[in-house]
């Protein structure tokens, strides 16, 4: 049993393929810097920690911004469809 806060190899490579990234080094532990492609292929670099407690997600700025953009267009699309706007 890992203990609370700790994280294996394989569960920080699964919650980079649940945001279509690749883990592209090991995971030591939280602090440790790893390089992951995210998933437009630009080869990042950050702690797990990091990327966690203030990124919440593992993409490059481009990739953040179309993210944000998709959900303020289906938040828009959401309030017509309520009002029937």
Known sequence: MVAKGQYTQD????WFESYQCRLLSSYVNQKSELVYSCKCGKEM???FQRLKKFCKDPYCINC??????????EEVIEVIMKYNL
Do not use: A, F, G, P
């Not at 569960?11 to 699964?14: G, L």
């Not at 953040?64 to 267009?73: A, F, L, T, V």
């Open 11 to 14: 569960e920080v490579k699964s």
């Open 64 to 73: 953040r911004r179309e993210e944000n953009r998709k959900k303020i267009y």
């Open 45 to 47: 670099h950050n702690t």
